[in-house]
């Protein structure tokens, strides 16, 4: 008997000394939030000095969140996931009012796959394309969308997290169910915090959002954004405090930085005054060139490819000083949009709508706040702290697609289907 409690004892030890890894994405994250002093982002700040930290992280293309948020936990791009754009597609009709909500439409193997074939335990929160996903605590992103789901959000993440777990953060929260995405934010250190305690996950994905919402109405740079920084930077501090870095990895990550939008373009009216999409009732009735607007950029479909030099010609034509053509060779070398003819990003200070019956070129009533760009217009950021990283690193510039084999290294996950090395410094 005594030989049977030694064994047990022992498997308890080498439980408890399995690595934790939380990965928290500050959606719309600019590295200088917490590289310069200036930004009230104090705790932000005191961990990229309690560990390592990056001066830029390059997203993949294009800089957009569900593409991003996607590469984070494949390690691939796009044209190897299968999310290219948040909005969902259709070849026949074109832009359809839902969003790439599931994630069996993720076309990789995904860290919380990975991780249950090691029965290691998963926890996700707001994480997007993950309704659906095989996570022990989740509680994905979704949200309503009239014409694309029945009921309200509250309704929805009921339907689609795990069993229970809303009720018993809940019944822990003094906070009553988030409406806007600062409310949310500010739920979930709660919200985290009941997982953590309950259940003890290996792996914790949190996904905050008000920081991209506020940066889109107000500008990159505008006092809006500044309060929004103090209040993420606040929640932040609040999740940070109930992780233990004696045997924690914290990673904190963007998915995408910012650029400010004084100007908006619609492709599509281009596409329309030469019969290229026609119109019924203000929908679409059918359409032979559609331009699938990701903010910064758009990807060009051409479903009939003898007027494809007349589509490109055209987009010389009014792209001067607006925007970049990326030919197909382009995109492949990219990995990325694998049905397109071609695509545009437009340069700083532009934006893209997919709007059609409406003018092609529209100043902004005050300024905005857009990404979707080129990837090396829209650094984002990376932090990570935990046992083994020396305080002060300087991790220069990295490829946002670094992160997931990371994660997968310190966990000693099945890394093989992942395009990027991990960081170097990690134990």
């Given at each position: 008997m005594r030989g049977v409690f030694l064994f047990w004892w022992l498997l308890s030890g080498l439980a408890a000394a399995e690595p934790r890894v939380v990965l928290i994405s500050l959606d719309g994250l600019r590295p200088e939030i917490y590289l310069d002093s200036h930004w009230p982002a104090p705790c932000l700040q005191a961990l990229a000095r309690q560990g390592a930290s990056a001066r830029a992280v390059y997203p993949v293309f294009p800089s957009i969140t569900y593409a991003n948020h996607t590469s984070l936990v494949t390690g691939v791009s796009p044209s190897r996931h299968g999310i290219d754009c948040n909005v969902d597609f259709d070849w026949k009709t074109g832009p359809r009012p839902g969003w790439n909500w599931e994630a069996e439409r993720i076309q990789a193997p995904t860290l919380w796959e990975l991780a249950r074939r090691r029965r290691i335990s998963t926890a996700a929160f707001s994480w997007p394309v993950s309704v659906g996903a095989r996570v022990d605590y989740l509680i994905p992103e979704i949200f309503s969308i009239p014409g694309a789901n029945?009921?309200?959000?509250?309704?929805?993440?009921?339907?689609?997290s795990t069993p229970g777990l809303l009720d018993g953060i809940q019944q822990q929260s003094s906070q009553p169910f988030p409406v806007t995405f600062a409310e949310w934010d500010q739920w979930l250190p709660a919200a985290v915090g009941y997982t953590w305690r309950s259940f003890r996950p290996q792996l914790s994905l949190i996904h905050m959002l008000n920081l991209d919402w506020t940066q889109h109405r107000f500008g990159p740079d505008s006092l809006e954004t500044r309060q929004a920084v103090a209040q993420l930077d606040a929640c932040v501090e609040k999740i940070v405090e109930q992780v233990d870095l004696e045997d924690t990895v914290l990673m904190i990550v963007g998915d995408h930085g910012f650029l400010g939008v004084d100007t908006v373009l619609a492709p599509n009216r281009l596409f329309y005054d030469r019969g290229w999409i026609e119109l019924e009732e203000g929908k679409i009735k059918s359409w032979k060139v559609y331009a699938r607007s990701n903010g910064g950029s758009a990807a060009v479909y051409c479903k009939d490819s003898e007027?494809?030099?007349?589509?490109?010609?055209?987009?010389r034509q009014h792209g001067v000083g607006r925007w970049t053509i990326l030919e197909r060779d382009e995109l492949d070398r990219r990995r990325t949009f694998p049905r397109a003819s071609l695509a545009i990003s437009v340069q700083p200070g532009l934006a893209l709508v997919q709007s059609i019956d409406t003018i092609f070129e529209t100043p902004t009533e005050r300024r905005l706040g857009q990404h979707g760009h080129l990837p090396e217009l829209l650094p984002t950021g990376w932090i990570v702290v935990g046992p083994g990283i020396e305080a002060g690193q300087d991790l220069g510039s990295r490829s946002l697609l670094q992160v997931a084999p990371s994660i997968g290294k310190l966990l000693r996950l099945d890394c093989s289907s992942m395009e990027a090395e991990p960081l170097e410094l990690l134990p």
């Open positions: 029945v009921g309200t959000t509250e309704d929805l993440l009921r339907q689609t007027l494809l030099p007349q589509v490109r010609s055209l987009l």
